[in-house]
């Protein structure tokens, strides 16, 4: 009937840990070292994409559809994370024309 997780179990689910585990780590260095407002909440959703991948993999090899329906769930939320976020970045913008996270400091004031 459902073919889908037939296709999903041909690749091995240590691969969708390590590809969901490099993800991660290369948001999380991104989020650690850069300086740049957008590119930091970019990593963040890198990072939701990560976990959301590994839910789905591991959704589907248990046969189970809770996992894929709160991927869903969390995929709403990281919508409106993004929103919200674009919008203090532009406001940022407007007050220091800059989007580099270290000169936030200056608000302050």
């Given at each position: 009937m459902n073919q889908m997780p037939e296709v999903i179990r041909t690749?091995?689910?240590e691969f969708y840990l390590?590809?969901?585990?490099a993800l991660f780590a290369i948001g999380v260095i991104g989020v650690l070292t850069r300086r740049n407002a957008i590119v930091i909440f970019m990593c963040v959703e890198l990072m939701l994409?990560?976990?959301n991948v590994l839910m789905v993999a591991l959704?589907?090899?248990r046969s189970d559809?809770?996992?894929q329906i709160f991927v869903f769930f969390i995929m709403a939320v990281a919508a409106a994370e993004v929103t919200v976020g674009l919008a203090i970045i532009v406001m940022i913008y407007r007050n220091i024309?800059?989007?580099?996270?270290?000169?936030l400091?200056?608000?302050k004031w």
């Open positions: 690749i091995p689910l390590y590809f969901s585990t994409n990560a976990v959704s589907a090899y559809p809770n996992g024309r800059s989007t580099n996270v270290q000169l400091n200056y608000l």
